[in-house]
């Protein structure tokens, strides 16, 4: 009889160290499956995010582009800036009073118009220059004049714009006060219609479309007239001719801006569950939830990592959490490059595949004691 128990009692310690050695071995398998699988499942999930951010800023980038041309190449718009550019010219040659007041007139005219686009088209800011000068504005909660007075160039804000003198709504703010105006007082030159995603500010994202307008211009009298008003191109306007004095040239453009700030960013990640962000090619400028931690420099200066297209994963420990990050640059033209980010929680992630992978070994395991 006591033979008999100590072979039972043997044989239970046996069982119960084979339970055990499996049970580690299980554990040990799961957590080596599952770490595997998590990085192989946050790279799949992170690549699709960024092509779908991808996605989203490029049909942001065409929509807005799209309000673009079409504002740039209507008639009213193209006539009240040759009218500006033309009272503009003039005033330069010879202050006069009363040829001010009209011009402001025509200036407010032009914002009534441009309010309209600016508001059904969300827009941060519609502007329009002349001669790479500030010439009027619309924003999101006020509008503006560019306007000379005695103490020389100065921005008028628009009120409600009512009235026969709507400029007496605002007092003229000097030219290069801080406070003068939401967007830029002065526009670099340029030839031909861009569409750039830039950081003005932190956590804040702009996209910028500069539609530059050119036109046939000549001297008349005290004046210079531009007419065939056109988006710009690289070639000459119809109706030029040397002979009289005429001349093809960039005389004004349009700036639309559409800013994007971090509810852009989190409307995407309560759709995906990934924290996308974008960030500027040095790295410098970002719009993003979580702090995204940037591929090595190289000796040039440049990120290293894989090229346009490329998808870098890596684990980044924050004192919040762990992440997987994932980054892409995306070159929108041969000028214009971003930085896409997106990030997902390591302990989610890989608690989402040890789940999964612990009901297949488990069904595994059913499966053998059912046979």
């Keep these: 009889m006591n033979a008999f128990t100590s072979v039972r009692s043997k044989l239970l310690l046996v069982l119960a160290v084979s339970l055990t050695a499996v049970t580690v071995v299980n554990v040990g398998m799961s957590a080596y499956l599952a770490s595997r699988q998590g990085d192989a499942d946050a790279r799949t999930r992170l690549a699709q995010h960024l092509l779908e951010l991808q996605d989203e800023l490029q049909r942001a980038r065409q929509d807005l582009g799209e309000v673009a041309r079409h504002t740039a190449s209507d008639e009213k718009n193209l006539s009240d800036l040759a009218t500006v550019y033309s009272e503009e010219h003039a005033l330069d040659r010879r202050y006069d009073a009363v040829r001010e007041q009209a011009l402001r007139f025509q200036k407010t005219a032009s914002v009534d118009r441009l309010r309209l686009v600016a508001g059904t088209a969300r827009l941060t800011s519609l502007a329009v220059y002349v001669d790479g000068a500030l010439s009027h504005y619309v924003a999101a909660d006020e509008a503006g004049l560019a306007v000379r007075n005695d103490s020389g160039r100065a921005v008028v804000h628009l009120g409600t714009g009512q009235g026969d003198r709507p400029w ?204």
């Design 168 to 371: 007496l709504d605002g007092r003229p703010v000097p030219i290069g006060h801080p406070s003068a105006a939401p967007v830029a007082i002065r526009l670099a030159d340029a030839t031909r219609a861009t569409a750039q995603f830039l950081f003005p500010t932190d956590r804040e994202m702009e996209l910028r479309v500069v539609v530059p307008i050119q036109a046939v211009t000549r001297p008349s009298f005290d004046a210079v007239v531009a007419e065939h008003l056109s988006i710009a191109t690289q070639a000459p306007a119809v109706g030029a001719d040397a002979g009289d004095g005429s001349a093809t040239r960039t005389i004004g453009a349009f700036v639309f801006s559409r800013r994007f700030g971090t509810a852009f960013l989190d409307r995407l990640a309560e759709r995906s569950g990934v924290l996308p962000a974008v960030l500027s090619p040095d790295g410098t400028r970002r719009l993003e939830l979580i702090p995204m931690q940037l591929p090595a420099k190289s000796t040039d200066g440049s990120l290293d990592g894989p090229g346009d297209g490329g998808v870098r994963l890596q684990r980044v420990d924050l004192p919040a959490d762990s992440y997987y990050q994932a980054t892409r640059r995306w070159r929108q033209d041969p000028e214009s490059l971003l930085i896409l980010g997106a990030a997902l929680s390591t302990a989610a992630t890989v608690a989402g595949v040890r789940r999964t992978v612990g009901l297949g070994l488990g069904d595994h395991a059913r499966g053998d004691g059912v046979r």
